[in-house]
């Protein structure tokens, strides 16, 4: 089970089983889904919806979804995006579990801006097969109690049960779990802003790596049909393809891992069919633009090509109640 980024603050007891929510807290509003699980099939996406406000809106966001739904006592589950923490690969202690997340605050403490102790440290572990084994690494996150705290409290004036609180990657991770499909098969997603982007590379669940790219939807443009991205211009895609490429490369020749098998694209527009089918004539993998109702039973409403809200999805996949 893989593990959350950040503390679990408080649970509530008499908790809704039957249903449970997912935020994503993002710079330019707020994602949210309600899933519940149907046995040990594909959960269902009951609803699922960005709600575009400035830094700072969420509370009256989120105020309102759950006066929509009326939700109450619902097991939620938080992601952050990653503007709003630090993500760092480093060699992970000589020390259990239970006191790894103390002793990564100290190793991180330089890099933070300001006193460690106004900031939300943890940490999550990379595979034992990362690195054929040879290095133990994890990932650390820090993040301003500032920023934290406020959600805390809104869960709570909600009468929301606040499972944990976590971050963008590990949710993203999450999707790709106990797929039939992806077992032992590694997948990545893409995820693109409109200045910049990220990629995820995952296998069973598990992270093994992500950074940041420096290409954004903004080299995309209006395609044939109508509402569809395609690419801008040729230069700009082959250095996009060239970047994903050096990450599929450092997964196989760094990590030891067999390779990537599908590459999700993940966006606040659609992409063309085109634009895929161009990037899967220069890469090594299959490249698909990542559709929620695709891989999970969606209710009518739902937004399929959302980024925040495949991000909340993810969020709400830790938990038991709606376990893949």
């Not at 603050?9 to 994503?24: A, D, N, Y």
């Not at 590379?201 to 080299?219: A, H, P, Q, S, V």
């Not at 997964?251 to 527009?269: D, M, P």
Request: include cysteine.
């Amino acid at each position: 089970m893989m593990l959350s980024v950040f503390n679990r603050f408080f649970s509530r007891k008499g908790t809704s089983k039957q249903v449970s929510l997912g935020v994503e807290i993002a710079p330019q509003g707020l994602g949210v889904a309600l899933v519940s699980a149907k046995g040990k099939g594909v959960p269902t996406v009951n609803v699922c919806e960005f709600k575009p406000c400035a830094p700072g809106g969420w509370g009256e966001a989120l105020k309102e979804f759950c006066k929509a739904q009326s939700l109450k006592n619902v097991k939620t589950y938080v992601a952050f995006h990653p503007e709003f923490y630090d993500l760092m690969l480093i060699d992970a202690p000589e020390v259990p579990d239970e006191e790894l997340r103390d002793a990564v605050k100290w190793r991180v403490k330089d890099f933070a801006s300001g006193d460690i102790e106004d900031y939300v440290v943890d940490a999550f572990r990379l595979p034992e097969d990362a690195y054929r084994g040879r290095m133990n690494m994890i990932y650390a996150a820090y993040m301003k109690k500032e920023a934290v705290i406020p959600i805390v409290e809104l869960c709570e004036e909600l009468e929301l049960d606040l499972v944990e609180i976590g971050v963008s990657e590990l949710a993203r991770a999450r999707i790709a779990a106990g797929r039939e499909e992806l077992t032992d098969l590694g997948v990545a997603f893409l995820h693109m802003e409109e200045k910049k982007g990220q990629i995820d590379l995952i296998e069973n669940g598990c992270l093994y790596l992500t950074r940041g790219i420096d290409t954004g939807y903004g080299m995309l443009n209006q395609g044939e049909s109508e509402g569809e991205l395609s690419l801008d211009n040729s230069s700009q895609f082959d250095s996009l393809a060239l970047d994903i490429q050096r990450s599929l490369d450092y997964y196989e020749s760094q990590l030891g891992k067999s390779g990537i098998s599908k590459l999700w694209i993940v966006t606040a527009e659609p992409l063309s069919k085109e634009a895929c089918e161009s990037l899967s004539e220069k890469l090594p993998v299959q490249v698909e633009a990542f559709d929620i109702c695709v891989h999970f039973n969606c209710e009518q409403g739902c937004s399929g090509f959302m980024d925040s809200c495949s991000v909340a999805v993810g969020a709400t996949l830790g938990g038991d109640d709606v376990a893949a």
